[in-house]
């Protein structure tokens, strides 16, 4: 292990093109003892880094070097080279090609490892910038600094340590001889800035300069992350104009990539986080000041939505690094072997293998630390909130864990950072302020979005990642492995302190690619992903004469829950499943392998815990059933029936549910699969039912489509009164070309989710669902066509099939105005379109496909009468395509050669 406090004579190199020059420069400046500096900022130096020092407790302190070089590179490029601008930067330290934008004040980017003390690098360029300007006079610093936090979140954790200048006075950032002198006034969020104080530092999170404050009834999101930028600044916060009349400002940004990575996509012009900072800038400016003296920027991860590192990096301390120095704890990657996980829509069997060995490892060091007054934590990342609650459902049905499992909600769709229910707010808070204390209740954290900046909790000691990580769902690797890499105990202290990931995919790909590159640095993409950035669908105006009115009709199948509560178990069909005689657990191997050096430290074979509280087995079948049968609030009507059906029907007599033995067999896939099976049947039977279909006053129309973003293959037309068609594949592509050059189309729309068309039917297994058509077509007849464009065929194609034919049927009826049903299927679009030159014609020829294909597919088809065949293939034709066949059946008939 390196010594995280010396100067090193090597480091890993760093991939960021400035941080190789200004390294060679800031290490010769400092074996020179900092020449052409002032005697505030020598002072400085050598009393942080030469200076010995103690804590409060009487332990010894230090910086480490990574926080050192940090600092020592900011004043190195501000006051002694003074290159203040990227184009400098890149000028004299680049050893390759830049882009670069213009600034209008300095901006220095410090990329620095979770755990190796951002803060506190902070904490001393504040200081620096302080006694320069008031005991230099400089006028290129500033005694007034604004210190910016990404969210609520991380603003609670930096309150801690600024809070009545807390770090100030704990760490020895002020010569003791200057002490008197120091009078920096801290402000928090909403405080007043006080204009005659010598020095202020203004704390606040991102969002609160903006203009638009959350109302008490807003979006809980708004609340905990502050509310979602407008497109434009209107009017100077009352914030910016406060620091503006102080004449300079320092402004210091944590997390700063949460502030660079935001800028439109059609553009590339920075939204308005930064056009905050340029607005203080002017009105300092304005205010006979000289703005922003500079802008220093604290990250971990300091990389855009492509994963490409900011230019303006001007030191590195990588993860690899601050793992080898022992800073952080030592990742150890669980690789996993064994019984083969479960095939199920259940996450908690789905990743019963990660989960199983995460909650072993955690009890292992909680058994290892407790001794000490260590309470490690299991931290989980689901998918998503559906399977947050069923992993927490499944933690919490293990004794030691039931009633210490937080869940946080986060609602994932259509934003990558979600919403947190309203009654989980304060408990999110609270819980990142206070989950690493002594009287915390939680053993295990469970959420989707959580493992973010700010939870940078020191207990953590398993984490079990179960979603993707890609720069679109705006989480790195690098920034969940970060949630557990900060230490319990000091570096230094002799604990070689670790922290378990469970395999993940994504975390083989960060260890395989090499640590000392950290993983991402080529831009990434997803692959059907044609447009990187979204694209803005909406209603051209002049395009009205392509709109098309869709009838709105009642629908078919609907829920009514009258009768479930005369449910029995006698109405649900028996099973006869076996018991086993003996409680048998499965097995998982379990390898510790080192992250850098991959070497194995441990193995070990584990007996997977199962599940031992009956209530949360029970609550499990429940929730499953109902949102299998999308009821709601049937809890307490299911609950009975479910433990009735289980005791009396599922295993051939009675049983009790609190059986170990039960319990046992009630988390088998194939049980639940058969049991849920039965139980949902019965369900749908009682409640689902087939009502009479009424056309509703008010039709559907296209133009009342709301402008919605769209980051899929987007296909021009002009016979659209959309501004583009937001296509998921190729041959919905060419279709739309297609139908913009057909003669007899009049107008058409490939559909989006946003038109809200869609068409209920009962899915292969029987379930409720709902089916989304691809397009719309009108021709120049007046006559409609819902059209669907098949790839590949899945079980419920027929059924979807079916339920647009009748919906078909339903409309004209309804309407007046004839609508039709047409599946494409790709090979007969690619194989005839080129010779096709209107819709008639499609019809024409996958009717006689699927004739033929039909045919085919009769054993002995000649031994049938030709009653017989006429009848079957105006039945199947009936399915594919409502449109007249009688002069087809004329023709059969009267050719003998059919």
Known sequence: MSDPFAVPTSRRESHAPLVAGVRIEVDAWRAENYPGVTD?????????????????????????????????????????????????????????????????????????ATGSGKTKVMSLAIAWAYFRALRDEADDVAPTSLVIAPNLIVYERLRTDFEGGAIFRGDPVVPPEWRADFDLRVCLRDDPIPQQAPGVLALTNVQALYERRPSPDANPISVLLGPVPPARLSAPDPLLLQLSRRGRVVVVNDEAHHLHDQVKSDTGEPLVAVQTLRRLHELTREAGGAGVS?????????????????????????????????????????????????????????????????????????????????????????????????????????????????????????????EIRRDDLELAREAARAVDGPDSPYSAIVSVLMLREGWDVRNVSVIVPLRAYTARSAILPEQTLGRGLRRMTPPGSGVDEQVVVIEHEAFRDLWDKAMDDEGLEIERRRSDDVHPEPVVIAVEPNRLGSDIEIPSLSRTLVRNTADLAAMRATDIPERRLSLPETLRGGTVDYTGRDLLTREVIEQARYELPAADDPGAVLAWYVNVLQYATRLTGQFAVLAPLVQEYIETRVFGGPVD????????????????????????????????????????????????????????????????????????????VRLCGWFDRAEDVAAFAKLAREVRFSLEYRAENGRLAYYYPDFVVRLTSGEHLVIEAKGLAD??????????????????????????????????????????????GLVEVVAEVRRQDYLRSQPEPRRRSREEILAAMAKAREVILPFDIEAEVRRLREDPRA
């Open 40 to 112: 505030t900022t020598r002072r400085l130096l050598e009393h942080w880094f030469l200076d010995e020092h103690q804590t409060v407790d009487g332990y010894p302190f230090r910086y480490y070097f990574a926080q050192r070089e940090a600092v020592e590179t900011l004043i190195y490029l501000h006051e002694v080279t003074r290159t203040r601008s990227l184009a400098d930067m890149v000028g004299r330290f680049a050893r390759t090609p830049v882009p670069v934008a213009p600034q209008p004040y300095p901006r220095y980017v410090v990329k620095a």
């Open 294 to 418: 500079a802008q220093f920027d604290f990250s971990a991860t300091p990389r855009n939505q492509q994963g490409q590192l900011f230019p303006e990096i001007v030191a590195d301390y990588p993860l690899a690094q601050a793992i080898e120095d022992g800073i952080v704890k030592r990742p150890v990657i669980g690789e996993l072997s064994g019984d083969l996980q479960a095939v199920s829509d259940d996450a908690a069997e789905r990743y019963r293998q990660q989960l199983g060995a995460g909650v072993l490892k955690w009890r292992e060091f909680r058994d290892r630390l407790a001794p000490a007054g260590h309470r490690p934590l299991l931290f989980v990342m689901a998918e998503n909130t559906e399977a947050a609650d069923q992993i927490a459902a499944y933690l919490q049905s293990l004794s030691d864990l039931a009633g210490r499992v937080l869940t946080i909600h986060v609602n994932m769709a259509g934003s990558a950072r979600g």
């Open 657 to 732: 549910i609190t059986d170990p033995l039960v319990l046992q067999v009630l988390r088998e896939p194939a049980v639940q699969e058969t049991v849920l099976g039965a139980l949902r049947e019965a369900v749908d039977r009682t409640t689902l039912v087939t009502q009479r279909v009424a056309g509703r006053e008010k039709p559907l129309l296209l133009s009342a489509t709301r402008p919605f973003l769209w980051s899929g293959e987007v296909a021009s037309a002009q016979r659209s009164v959309f501004s583009g068609q937001p296509c998921d594949s190729g041959l919905e």
């Open 795 to 840: 079980l419920d194609v027929p059924r979807k099939d079916e339920r647009a034919v009748r919906w078909a049927a339903d409309a004209t009826s309804a309407s007046g105005v004839r609508w039709s049903y047409l599946r494409v299927d790709e090979n007969v679009f690619d194989r005839h379109a080129p010779r096709l030159r209107s819709v008639a």
